[in-house]
């Protein structure tokens, strides 16, 4: 007791000194922030003062800038009124250099008028020549047609001798073609007919020479030869006629050609006199009409030009009319004009002397002023150079406070570093006294017994979310289990039912044979309970307890196999009710989950497919697809996982404690885990880098990949 006395004892002491050094830790700490707290007042006040200065400066640049615009407005107002009174003057030069150009032009116009009359009479005398010449030529112009109309008449009359010339020995030469076409047919014949009857006289010596016996056939022979040479005569004679004949009419023909050819030729000497003669006629007329033609254009061009010249010369008159209407009305305003300007220039005299006294009274105002501007001008310059060189004498002090505020800094730096390792020595004496503190007072007891109990609820969190992630295990492999042991199901009822179908076949033979199964009873209940066993063995593969050791199988073992499959029925019953928990489970943690995360709730996340238990076993039952089952729970998973790792790296607190349970649940590598805890110290800390993203963040399956924020 005595030693836990002086323990305790020590233990004060040593308490006492620590909450000493603590309070003198804690005076420093004090001190040193109001010295921070001072420095930032008299920064302050350096700001302040420096911003007063710069009104100041501000505020007298603003005033001289005012000063020069007045001056500038001043002087630009003296020069608008210089350039009036020159506009002025250059206004009274030009209506003086316009009176005088209006009085040249007003005499030039006179001098047009007086030549204009001269033309005009001139231009009377000539157009009335004129319109006799063009009277003799039009009469010499009808001669001419009258003249032209007989020389045509005359040449169609003799076109038409031609026509009938020409015509006639066509007509001779057609008829002198057919009387040779005629003779020359009657040639053709009479040769045929020597022909023909030289042929006779070959056949008729052909026959003499045959029958020479014959004289009367040699008579009549001779008959014909005399009656075919007297033929021939008549032919030759009636050739020699037609031939005399031809000649004839061919040299008739001839002559006929020969005069027509030369009453022919004469005609085309005729003609061709008379078309010379016409042509010559026609090439003189042409000639004269040209000339003609050529004179009534320079005619008409010079009527034109006269008619023309005419009516320049009337609106010469009428312009000149106007003219001199317009002169009288301009020396009428000439001479109201050279009132009005006299009045005016009296006028400007009275301005300009008024300006000039006015101008002088400006320059004298403005010189007085400038001098005033000066003075200022040189005030404001002293000021700005006491200001430039108080301006520098405070960027020297600011200077000095920046070094000094520089060394502050770093002073304020070590005594940070020193604060830091003050805080750290206070960890540690804390630590310490609080471990002495658990050994005195109860309170910190009843506080380690709260962090224990805090400590167990952690761990019993810890282990409820592994029991949850051994539940999903679970769930996975009874929904494996299930699909697994439907389709087991499913073939050991196909193959009990062909087995049943044989076996009852198998007892309808032996009903029939009952007689001789009686006398062999023993031997087939044995076969029978064997083959029973083998059914059984291979649907259900039992424990080897449940097996019978002898051979020996009845009529229970039908029962007990009907038993055993409304067990295993049973048993897929309650695990199918035991999924059915387990997934009102998991969609009350996605709930729970989703109240924290503060998300809308996705009801096709952790969405199962949830399969009807069988009530009545069926001879064909469907098997599921494992793969689409395995594909949508991975999409799932995936979407679950993008969702949660955007929501996780864009909160800024509330989600700690879920890394862990949400890694574990998506199956996240070290490196996403790691970096979600990043993020999430970076958000809540208030200084720090951001953390680069890292690891496979996949997007989601139907919206775009969403760039890190």
């Known amino acids: 007791m005595l030693e836990w006395a002086e323990k305790l004892a020590q233990l004060e002491k040593d308490k006492r000194l620590l909450t000493a050094q603590l309070q003198e830790m804690k005076n420093q700490s004090l001190n040193l922030?109001?010295?921070?707290?001072?420095?930032?007042?008299?920064?302050g006040f350096q700001q302040q003062e420096l911003a007063k200065v710069k009104h100041m400066l501000l505020k007298k640049e603003e005033s001289l800038a005012k000063m020069e615009q007045e001056m500038e407005a001043r002087t630009r107002e003296l020069s608008h009124a210089q350039e009036e009174l020159l506009a002025s003057s250059q206004v009274s030069s030009n209506l003086s250099c316009e009176l005088e150009m209006l009085q040249r032009q007003y005499s030039a116009l006179e001098e047009q008028r007086d030549h204009l009359l001269a033309a005009e009479t001139g231009a009377e005398s000539k157009i009335t020549t004129l319109e006799q010449r063009e009277k003799e030529l039009q009469m010499f112009i009808q001669q001419l047609s009258v003249d032209l109309q007989k020389a045509q008449g005359t040449a169609a009359c003799s076109e038409k001798r031609l026509g009938t010339l020409q015509a006639e020995p066509e007509s001779l030469k057609l008829e002198n073609e057919q009387q040779n076409h005629k003779a020359a047919v009657k040639a053709e014949e009479g040769e045929k007919l020597i022909e023909h009857l030289q042929k006779k006289v070959l056949s008729l010596e052909k026959r003499l020479e045959g029958n020479l016996s014959g004289e009367e056939h040699v008579q009549e022979l001779l008959k014909e030869k005399t009656v075919a040479e007297q033929k021939l005569d008549d032919t030759r004679q009636q050739l020699l006629a037609a031939k005399t004949s031809h000649a004839e009419t061919v040299s008739l023909l001839e002559t006929q050609i020969t005069k027509l050819n030369s009453q022919v030729t004469d005609s085309h000497a005729l003609l061709h006199e008379k078309e010379e003669f016409i042509k010559g006629l026609r090439e003189s007329s042409l000639s004269q009409v040209k000339e003609l033609g050529e004179m009534l254009q320079i005619s008409d061009e010079k009527l034109k030009k006269s008619s023309e010249i005419m009516i320049e010369k009337e609106a010469q008159i009428q312009r000149l009319s106007s003219l001199a209407e317009e002169r009288n009305k301009l020396q009428q305003q000439v001479l109201v004009l050279e009132q009005q300007y006299a009045e005016q220039g009296n006028r400007l005299e009275a301005e300009i002397a008024a300006l000039e006294k006015t101008r002088a009274s400006d320059e004298t105002a403005a010189s007085h002023q400038i001098q005033l501007l000066e003075e200022e001008n040189a005030n404001l310059k002293e000021n700005r150079n006491e200001c430039e060189s108080s301006l520098e004498a405070h960027k020297l002090e600011l200077k000095k406070l920046k070094e000094e505020w520089s060394q502050r800094e770093t002073v304020n730096v070590e005594i940070a570093k020193a604060l830091e390792e003050t805080r750290k020595q206070r960890e540690d004496f804390q630590q310490q006294v609080a471990d002495l503190t658990t050994l005195i007072k109860e309170k910190e007891q009843f506080l380690n017994e709260k962090t224990k109990t805090l400590l167990q609820k952690e761990e019993e969190i810890d282990q409820l979310k592994k029991g949850h992630d051994i539940v999903l295990l679970q769930l996975h492999q009874l929904q494996s289990d299930m699909e697994a042991c439907r389709c087991k199901k499913a073939k050991r009822e196909e193959s009990t039912g062909k087995e049943l179908n044989v076996l009852r076949l198998?007892?309808?033979?032996?009903?029939?044979?009952?007689?001789?199964?009686?006398?062999?009873?023993?031997?087939n209940v044995i076969v029978f309970g064997e083959t029973a066993?083998?059914?059984?063995?291979?649907?259900?593969?039992?424990?080897?307890?449940?097996?019978?050791?002898?051979?020996?199988?009845?009529?229970?073992?039908?029962?007990?196999?009907?038993?055993?499959?409304?067990?295993?029925?049973?048993?897929?019953i309650e695990k199918n009710k035991t999924i059915k928990q387990l997934q009102q489970r998991m969609l009350e943690l996605k709930k729970t989950?989703?109240?924290?995360?503060?998300?809308?709730?996705?009801?096709?996340?952790?969405?199962?497919?949830?399969?009807?238990?069988?009530?009545?076993?069926?001879?064909?039952?469907?098997?599921?697809?494992?793969?689409?089952?395995?594909?949508s729970r991975e999409i799932n998973f995936e979407y679950l996982k993008h969702v949660v790792l955007k929501f996780m790296s864009c909160r800024e607190s509330e989600a700690f404690h879920l890394i862990k349970a949400v890694s574990v649940l998506l199956n996240f590598s070290q490196e996403e885990e790691n970096m979600l805890k990043e993020t999430l110290e970076y958000k809540m800390s208030w200084f720090g880098s951001k953390p680069s993203p890292r690891g496979s963040i996949r997007p989601s399956i139907s919206n775009p990949r969403v760039p890190w924020s």
Request: hydrophobic letters at 25%.
């Open 33 to 43: 922030f109001q010295k921070r707290d001072e420095i930032d007042e008299l920064e």
């Open 506 to 523: 198998q007892i309808e033979e032996e009903e029939e044979e009952e007689e001789t199964l009686e006398a062999r009873g023993e031997p």
């Open 533 to 572: 066993k083998e059914l059984s063995d291979d649907l259900y593969p039992l424990s080897s307890d449940e097996r019978t050791l002898n051979g020996e199988v009845d009529c229970v073992d039908m029962v007990q196999l009907q038993k055993e499959n409304r067990d295993l029925e049973q048993q897929i």
């Open 593 to 631: 989950l989703q109240k924290e995360l503060k998300i809308r709730p996705e009801n096709d996340i952790f969405e199962v497919r949830e399969k009807p238990s069988p009530e009545v076993p069926t001879a064909s039952t469907t098997v599921t697809n494992n793969s689409d089952l395995n594909d």
